[in-house]
T-cell receptor
């Protein structure tokens, strides 16, 4: 079972509108959570990173929230633009000291399409 | 520029052939990860190297292999290529506990 679940799988929004993407995780122990934006055919680019003690982190029109108690995170996109059309991937890092692939758990991503 | 360099950006080859993809990690990062992303699919972990040693394997086919050299660059070798191997191949490097930095990927097309 995937330890990082994202929803919705995809969504279509009108330009200028807001939207919220969800990420629920069961990864333990928790180290940090990062949201990535991946444009089609390009490498993922980090938007925000949050540690256990952080509740909110903003990057321009992107605002991520984290509730470490419920193990939930959200990514809010404000006043969407056509350039926001992309896949948004949630990645949760374990708190282990070893640097192993299992340390990073990937969600399947949410595909966002912004229409004029 | 993320600091992670992948070459070539595009590669077209025939079935049965062998190709080598190259990745130079971000300066100071010891870990290199390889991922495969097929059309409309999520990132699939292939293999990780840390300071020259294989650290973990994911869903990597036996026809695929990788190595990391003393200068920390890594190469992913894909042999006996099949049509289904057509995909984007991403390399990422990391500093422990910080997270990934991805390269821009190599688009492999097998015809």
């Amino acid at each position: 079972k995937n330890q990082v679940e994202q929803s919705p799988q995809s969504l279509i929004i009108l330009e200028g509108k807001n939207c919220t993407l969800q990420c629920n995780y069961t990864v333990s122990p928790f180290s940090n959570l990062r949201w990535y934006k991946q444009d089609t055919g390009r490498g993922p680019v980090s938007l925000t990173i949050m540690t256990f003690s952080e509740n909110t982190k903003s990057n321009g029109r992107y605002t991520a929230t984290l509730d470490a108690d419920t193990k939930q995170s959200s990514l809010h996109i404000t006043a969407s633009q056509l350039s926001d059309s992309a896949s948004y991937i949630c990645v949760v890092s374990r708190g282990a000291s070893t640097d192993s692939w299992g340390k990073f758990q990937f969600g399947a991503g949410t595909q966002v399409v912004v229409t004029p | 520029d993320s600091g992670v360099t992948q070459t070539p950006k595009h590669l077209i080859t025939a079935t049965g052939q062998r190709v080598t993809l190259r990745c130079s990690p971000r300066s100071g990062d010891l870990s290199v990860y390889w991922y495969q992303q097929s059309l409309d699919q999520g990132l699939q972990f292939l293999i990780q190297y840390y300071n020259g040693e294989e650290r973990a394997k994911g869903n990597i086919l036996e026809r695929f292999s990788a190595q990391q050299f003393p200068d920390l660059h890594s190469e992913l070798n894909l042999s006996s290529l099949e049509l289904g191997d057509s995909a984007l191949y991403f390399c990422a490097s990391s500093e422990t506990g910080v997270g990934y930095t991805f390269g821009s990927g190599t688009r492999l097309t097998v015809v």
